[in-house]
């Protein structure tokens, strides 16, 4: 039997007013606090990458879309050298979050008050990591967040306006990733299971979906000319994952623990609202989106993040609940300790978020699991830049006007690319994954000084092709990151047996080497 949804008038009649003071008051506060965490942070090897795409503007890479390395090339522009205009999209864009989830939690009749809550889960969540740095997830994480929520207020509203709105977000998002597409297939997937089928006759929604279609068509004429390397990144992505990441358990831990003390709790209780709960049995089609969405990337090795834009919604879902609970006659006294315990943990979580990262100096085992070097002021990338800068200006200068670098690494290349502005370092060059489209060393250099890592066989095969080698520095801080100052090699190669252009198709790949 196909369930009855309620009307909007029936809806509006009795709609809570949205706590805008209160939720921009939590999101801002704690927006503020995070920041001072990402004023402190060095600055991360994907920023490196994604300035390095800025500098080399083009309708799609190989792994991302222009929208990142867009907004890191303005920053660049805006404040050459300044982590901050690096560092401020992804605090706004947590504001945004939090705000979605109070939205969502209006959506659904939540009183002030817990809207206010659903709004302070996300910043008091581990999720907040990839908000501090310039990453892709933000971008993700806020798209998916959105999307989802026109969806809900359109059940709610029936306003088709949402749906033309809902389609130029997706285009706008797939401009970072394509996550966004198995968040299309899986909505799909749950709309055509639970309803409401009803969206399907809507013009309006396939006027959105037009406009989706229309925004992807550069990238897809780019990888199709480039030989579809976004598959392959993502065959790489998955083996990095099974290989060095605890695997399919390593996902499904992580994403247990990314919601947090108040977000956990607010995520069952949104899970098992869209179950049960009659006033959500319309939003039901979500949650199976978001369960479907969860059983693809643990299938496809896929990283944990790839599902954290559903989270906002099962939080105000959680928060809607919540408020039903507590708003009952006799309230129960165990479940208000159990909220007020939450509320207290996550500000402690939020208080350590604030105090990353710790001074380098405090490292004594970096590969203890309970002191990730992440939460380290990570500054060995500039160690490297200065030691491949001391070997070049060591060359003979015949050759230093012919030298480049080749990189192992896609992060390694973009600190050389970005420290070599400041000290001399030749042209960089990486057969690294979205590097490598960068194209290969000219034929004219005969002498390249490669980064390698001391294990893989990558090293091997890129040595290989000169006739002389020799080692010229070496980096092993037991202290270190591997392909940072750990387990780095710098080799002066001299008079390559084949021409660079003929070598390199065959130097690529995708696959990070691996590390000590």
């Not at 597409?181 to 899986?186: E, G, K, Q």
């Not at 399907?200 to 897809?220: N, S």
């Not at 006739?467 to 390559?496: E, F, K, M, S, Y």
Request: charged share 10%; hydrophobic share 50%; aromatic share 10%.
């Amino acid at each position: 039997m196909t369930p009855t949804y309620a009307t909007t008038s029936e809806t509006t009649a009795t709609q809570e007013p949205f706590a805008w003071r209160g939720v921009l008051l939590v999101s801002g506060l704690a927006a503020l606090v995070l920041s001072v965490s990402a004023s402190r942070l060095h600055i991360a090897g994907d920023e490196l990458y994604y300035l390095a795409c800025g500098r080399r503007l083009a309708v799609s890479f190989v792994d991302n879309g222009p929208m990142v390395p867009l907004i890191a090339r303005l920053g660049e522009l805006i404040a050459p050298g300044s982590l901050i205009p690096l560092r401020i999209p992804g605090l706004l864009l947590l504001i945004a979050v939090s705000i979605l989830a109070a939205a969502v939690a209006y959506e659904c009749g939540a009183r002030p008050r817990y809207q206010i809550l659903a709004a302070a889960a996300f910043p008091t969540s581990p999720m907040v990591l990839g908000f501090t740095v310039l990453t892709s997830v933000s971008f993700d994480v806020t798209g998916q967040a959105l999307i989802i929520w026109l969806l809900v207020r359109w059940v709610r509203t029936r306003r088709d306006r949402l749906l033309v709105a809902l389609g130029a977000v997706a285009a706008i998002d797939v401009q970072n990733k394509w996550l966004v597409l198995m968040v299309a297939a899986a909505l799909g997937i749950g709309i055509l299971v639970i309803g409401p089928r009803e969206i399907l006759r809507r013009p309006a929604l396939w006027v959105g979906l037009l406009i989706f279609a229309v925004a992807m068509m550069p990238a897809l004429l780019w990888q199709a000319s480039h030989d579809w390397p976004q598959l392959a990144t993502s065959e790489a992505i998955a083996h990095e994952t099974a290989q060095t990441m605890g695997g399919q358990w390593g996902t499904v831990g992580a994403i247990i623990i990314s919601p947090g003390f108040i977000g956990g709790g607010l995520a069952l209780l949104g899970m098992y609202g869209l179950a049960r709960a009659p006033h959500l049995r319309q939003y039901r089609f979500l949650l199976v989106a978001a369960v479907l969405m969860v059983i693809m990337v643990i299938a496809g090795h896929g990283r944990s993040y790839y599902v954290v834009g559903v989270f906002p919604m099962l939080f105000g879902f959680g928060a809607s609940m919540l408020s039903t609970l507590f708003e009952a006659a006799d309230p129960r006294n165990a479940l208000r300790r159990v909220c007020t315990g939450a509320v207290v943990c996550s500000a402690a979580l939020l208080a350590f978020f604030a105090s990353l990262p710790y001074p380098s100096n405090w490292i004594v085992d970096p590969k203890s699991p309970w002191l990730p070097l992440q939460h380290y002021g990570n500054d060995t990338w500039q160690t490297l830049a200065d030691a491949v800068h001391q070997v070049a200006i060591a060359l003979p200068p015949a050759e230093q006007a012919e030298a480049v670098v080749v990189a192992a690494a896609y992060n390694q290349a973009g600190a050389l690319d970005h420290y070599g502005r400041s000290a001399w370092i030749p042209p960089v060059y990486s057969p690294h994954r979205g590097f490598a489209a960068f194209g290969a060393p000219p034929d004219t250099a005969d002498t390249i000084l490669y980064v390698g890592f001391d294990h893989g066989t990558e090293q091997r095969d890129f040595l290989a092709g000169f006739a002389h080698t020799t080692v010229a520095r070496q980096l092993n801080d037991p202290l270190g990151l591997g392909g940072q100052n750990l387990g780095i090699t710098i080799w002066i190669c001299r008079d390559p047996l084949t021409p660079m252009s003929a070598a390199w198709p065959n130097l690529k790949y995708q696959v990070a080497p691996p590390t000590p």
